[in-house]
Structures are given as C-alpha cells and as structure tokens.
C-alpha cells in the first residue's frame, strides 16, 4: 500500500495562513482546522503534521515528511539538503541590523558586540562585510542585551518595527526578507514527483 503524502507545518501563525491557503487550493481542511490535541492529521488523503519551525526542516530533510512549510528565517538559520520550492508571501518580516539611535556601529572599531538568537545568521551577514564581530547567543527578548550593556547592536526578526522604537533601537541595516516557503524532500522530487507537484501546482495557483 502507498503511504499518503505528509506535509509539515509550523505551528502558529504560519500554521493558520497555510491552512487558509490550502483550503483556497480546494483540500479538505476540516480536520486540520480543529486538530484539537492531535499532531496528526488528514487533508483529503494528505497527512499533516503540526511541529516546531526547526522540526519542520529535520523532519522534511530526514525525508519523514515530504514537504514542509516554514518561515525563511528557520531555512536562513538552520540550513540543511532539500528543495525550497515556493514562496508564500505570508508571515513577510525582515532580518535586520538593530542598535541604540544615533549608533555608529560601522564606523567604529571597538566594542563590536552583537546579541542574537540567529547566530549562523548573523556570523554569514558579518563574514560577508569582513568585520570581526563577537557574537553573543540570547534566547529571550534580544532587545534587552544593548539595554543592560551587553552588546551595542542586534540581529533579529523585525515586523513593524514597534518593539524597537518602544526601547530605543532603530535599524541600522535590513539583512535578508523573510516569509513562509515551502520545501521538498530531495528523495520525494525523486520517486514522488508527480504527487509532489501537483501540490506545489495547486497552491501556486493561488498565491
């Protein structure tokens, strides 16, 4: 017997706007929509998994999963071998450069210290400009490091921005865009591919 196709998706709200997005697609999404506590779960013969962002890439590389949604920022962060197939267009941010108003991170050369919780990020964008740069993983609100003294500037995940105004931040300089992409299993393109493309059809459609 043939295993149904499985797909994961992040949970949140990427989970929401991939559900709405598939529904547009014309799948079944009703059992997806009130999965209650279930982590698995039918979309018209199409299993959906519900994980974690980074578990999404894991699960999609490891080929347990054949397709996955997730957020540029895990891809960017975790990297990892697979086909990024689509964007979305949803869950839009950018990565960005942050520090206290009237910074003058590039030009100095002293007390290069950057808080993120993006650390594979942020070392590619500053390797990229050559700067030496210590780099100081947070976990937790990012914005409190220039704050307590920690380190003068951040690399982070900014939507509207309010969060930095609120605290004195601004941007320094925009690193990378972010939204919710769909990726493939590399073995899936491969012995699924039919399949595999009539979902990534069916959604491009409706983007």
């Not at 992040?10 to 547009?24: D, Y």
């Not at 993120?116 to 780099?135: L, P, Q, R, S």
Request: charged residues 30%; proline residues 2%.
């Amino acid at each position: 017997m043939i295993k149904p196709l499985r797909i994961a998706l992040t949970k949140g709200r990427l989970e929401k706007k991939s559900i709405e997005l598939f529904e547009k697609a014309g799948y079944d999404c009703r059992e997806v929509k009130s999965p209650g506590r279930k982590l698995q779960l039918n979309m018209d013969g199409i299993e959906v998994v519900l994980a974690k962002a980074s578990d999404v890439v894991t699960y999609v590389e490891r080929g347990v999963c054949d397709l996955g949604i997730v957020g540029k920022d895990t891809i960017m962060e975790n990297g990892g071998s697979y086909f990024e197939v689509l964007d979305f267009g949803f869950g839009k941010c950018n990565f960005a450069l942050a520090a206290k108003k009237n910074s003058d991170f590039f030009k100095t050369f002293q007390d290069r210290r950057v808080a993120t919780k993006y650390v594979k990020v942020a070392k590619n964008y500053f390797d990229k400009k050559g700067m030496d740069v210590e780099i100081i993983q947070i976990d937790g609100s990012v914005e409190l490091a220039p704050l307590l003294g920690l380190a003068v500037a951040i690399v982070d995940i900014v939507e509207t921005g309010d969060t930095l105004r609120e605290n004195g931040l601004e941007i320094i300089e925009t690193i990378a865009p972010v939204s919710a992409r769909l990726i493939t299993n590399i073995g899936a393109m491969k012995t699924r591919r039919l399949e595999v493309t009539e979902i990534i059809k069916r959604l491009e459609a409706c983007l």
